[in-house]
Structure formats: C-alpha cells, structure tokens
C-alpha cells in the first residue's frame, strides 16, 4: 500500500488543505474509493494513527481518502469555511484527476465516526446518485436532538456552523429532513450500515434513527453490542464495514519462504 499525505489548494475552503491517501499497489487503471470521515475532535491522521486501517484494506483492492474539516460538522457554516461543498464536490474532482480512483457511482463510498458518521450520512442523503453505500459509526444523526445539551460557548459554536439554531430542524443539515426526502424521491438509494456501542453516550438517538429509517422503508444493516465512544469500538467496526462494503476483494498477495 501506498500512504500519501497531499497538500492542495481548495477553492471552496479558500485556502491550503491536507488529505491522507492510501492506494493499493501495484496501481491500475482505476480503483473503487471510500471516503473516510473524522469525528470532532480529529483530522485527516487520526484514522491511520488509531487503527489499522492500512492493513485492513491492503488486499481488497480500495482507495481510501480521509479529508479534515475541522469542527465543522461536514457543512457550509454560516460563518465559516465550505466544508460540505469541499468534501461532496471539489475533493472527489481532485482526488479522481490525480489518483486512479474511479468516478463511478458503483466504486464510491462513504463512512465515518460520531462527526464524520454524520457527514457520511448526510453526504449520501443528499447525493444518493453519487454514492453506491454509506456508513455510520457511532454517529451524531440527530443534530436537532443535541441542541439542549449544549452550553453557551458550545450554542455559540453551532450557531457558526449551521446559522439560526432555531431553523436547524427541517433544514438540509437535518438528517431526519433528509431521510424523509429520500424516502419520497425515486432516486437510487445507496446502501446504508449503521452501529453503535451499548455504552456510548449517542447510543439512544441511534436506536431512534434507525427505527425512523426502517419506518420510511429505507434498507438498512444496523449492528449494536458492546461498546463506547471510543476507538476501541470504531477500530473493531470499520473492519465491520469493510466487509459488509460491495467489494470484489483483491486475491492476497503470493508470499515467498
């Protein structure tokens, strides 16, 4: 495998940006590619420094990209950078014009953990043309839901990323908005896998977004057990999604005595 670290310059953040890549070897014409999304306290490293993920794709044939986006949340702030633009639409257009990724619907997913299981989500509820399956582990699903626990300086945060606090619900960062629109459209709907831990303190409003998504009808693997918010689950549960991913896993490699 090869890991990357690039340095681009990115129109929708206005500014310098930093990506990890790891890409299978030997190179070919054209791999499948997940997107793999950073919680809130984490950036473009943490995946490769807290699990092995490198080794876990290292035989099935899968590009893997993880963009940093700060604190936030995969979304055009309203007083901030343009992270949801940034990651649903200048990143796949780099990555796929310096990489041999493919641009098919069929070769592109997304996951990601408590932030990032937000975004990856969010991403496929809204561009389900563009993403073959989803996954969300441990997610912040309903942002709405999190609002009361928040103090002021956290209030303040959330009002610069998503505006008027008030307005949030019903609105495009609204995963439960999201889900009911997808539920009426005739588009294509991705694949979606969602776990969370027993433990975990997000554990209650993942219950209550996968029965709202078994209500609307939307298909989806959901997996719970044992388990907190912590890296110990998520690096136990991406090899979960990496199996469950609509992969032609890469035959190993031969090995010489």
């Not at 080794?55 to 899968?62: A, F, N, S, T």
Request: glycine share 6%.
């Amino acid at each position: 495998m090869a890991r990357i670290q690039c340095n681009i310059q990115s129109d929708a953040l206005g500014s310098a940006a930093t990506i990890e890549v790891i890409l299978p070897e030997p190179l070919r014409k054209s791999y499948p590619v997940l997107y793999l999304l950073h919680g809130l306290l984490d950036d473009q490293t943490t995946w490769t420094r807290q699990t092995s993920i490198e080794r876990y794709v290292q035989d099935l044939g899968v590009a893997v990209v993880m963009p940093a986006v700060q604190r936030g949340f995969y979304t055009d702030m309203a007083a901030g950078p343009r992270y949801f633009s940034f990651v649903a639409d200048e990143l796949p257009a780099l990555v796929t014009g310096m990489f041999p990724i493919s641009r098919r619907r069929k070769d592109t997913f997304v996951a990601g953990l408590s932030m990032g299981g937000y975004g990856a989500f969010k991403l496929a509820l809204t561009y389900p043309a563009r993403y073959a399956a989803a996954a969300s582990l441990s997610g912040a699903l309903d942002v709405v839901d999190l609002l009361p626990t928040l103090d002021k300086a956290e209030r303040k945060e959330w009002t610069a990323i998503f505006g008027n606090l008030k307005k949030l619900a019903g609105s495009d960062n609204d995963l439960t908005h999201l889900a009911g629109q997808l539920a009426k459209s005739k588009a294509r709907r991705p694949q979606l896998f969602q776990c969370c831990g027993n433990e975990d303190f997000l554990y209650d409003q993942n219950v209550t977004y996968r029965d709202l998504l078994q209500s609307l009808n939307i298909k989806l693997t959901y997996e719970d057990g044992p388990g907190e918010h912590d890296w110990a689950y998520w690096d136990l549960m991406i090899q979960r999604v990496l199996a469950w991913l609509p992969l032609k896993t890469s035959a190993p490699r031969n090995q010489s005595v």
